[in-house]
């Protein structure tokens, strides 16, 4: 059974960083794109970064030169280092997977799995 487990939650303050895990299991990760996404209170959830199997990176801007996504397949294992946090980054986060796909850029729309999310919560 294919499953995506999100960890690394969790409150701090304006400035600060978290590094968010997306623990994978059940299928062959190095043939799947995996992608962030985060939905706030009262808005609709949107992807914010995407990595191919191929390892090419995607950024939403509002996220660009503070967040990056890595991967370490021997790991089953996918990366959000999330720096310089800001009180609007506050919002549950989900890892998703699509696949098998060939290496190639990754797209932020239409998933096929999804984790159950963790709390990102920025404040003072």
């Known amino acids: 059974q294919l499953q995506l487990v999100e960890s690394g939650g969790g409150l701090v303050q304006p400035g600060g960083s978290l590094r968010l895990s997306c623990a994978t299991s059940?299928?062959?990760?190095?043939?799947?794109?995996i992608g962030w996404f985060r939905q706030a209170p009262g808005k609709e959830r949107e992807g914010i970064s995407c990595i191919s199997n191929g390892g090419s990176t995607n950024y939403v801007d509002s996220v660009k030169g503070r967040f990056t996504i890595s991967r370490d397949n021997a790991k089953n294992t996918v990366y959000l280092q999330m720096n310089s946090l800001k009180p609007e980054d506050t919002a549950v986060y989900y890892c998703a997977a699509y696949g098998p796909t060939v290496p190639s850029k990754c797209r932020l729309i239409e998933y096929n799995y999804w984790g159950q999310g963790t709390q990102v919560t920025v404040s003072s």
């Open positions: 059940g299928f062959t990760l190095g043939v799947y794109a």
